[in-house]
């Protein structure tokens, strides 16, 4: 092999490393792109969740009876609260996967945009705990006179027939 061929074939290689880094690079490129392009709408959505929950709150006093009578409401919301628990969960599994990958740099921005979709998600996981509570307590405070009669502790069970009728 002469000079100039090895040169060749060093050459040939080089740019075939080069050519192979440079996709892989622009591939994990377009995957940290779209990552945070998802990650922001999530936490669009959630924060509008939030907000939805928050006015909702805001507008139980001017309901004039129970909310809530048959506790589907309290079904839904709890169901939509566990669901947004499993969310928060992937998501912090989700993130610490992003920590552990060395291809990724700080200055991507992939853990950031993940702290904010969790964090996004621990505000709509306490919204919609607090609008459950105070649908509750609403609904309590909306009852009719007559069943704030006293009980003794021997009349437990009479006070949990009273309050189901």
């Not at 919301?77 to 499993?86: H, Y």
């Not at 998600?121 to 509570?133: E, F, S, T, V, Y």
Request: net charge negative.
């Amino acid at each position: 092999m002469t000079r100039i061929d090895r040169e060749r074939t060093e050459l040939c290689s080089f740019t075939a490393n080069v050519s192979e880094s440079a996709a892989r690079s622009l591939d994990l490129l377009r995957a940290i792109e779209s990552t945070l392009d998802g990650l922001d709408h999530l936490a669009d959505r959630l924060h509008a969740d939030t907000a939805f929950a928050e006015k909702a709150f805001a507008g139980l006093d001017r309901a004039g009876g129970a909310i809530d009578a048959d506790e589907k409401l309290q079904g839904a919301l709890e169901f939509a609260q566990g669901k947004v628990a499993e969310l928060h969960h992937v998501l912090v599994g989700k993130r610490q996967h992003a920590r552990d990958d060395c291809q990724l740099r700080e200055e991507d921005g992939i853990e950031a945009a993940y702290c904010r979709a969790i964090a996004a998600a621990a505000d709509l996981h306490n919204a919609i705990n607090a609008l459950r509570w105070n649908i509750g307590e609403h609904d309590i405070d909306a009852q009719p006179a007559g069943l704030s009669k006293r009980y003794s502790v021997a009349e437990i069970d009479n006070l949990f027939d009273d309050l189901a009728a």
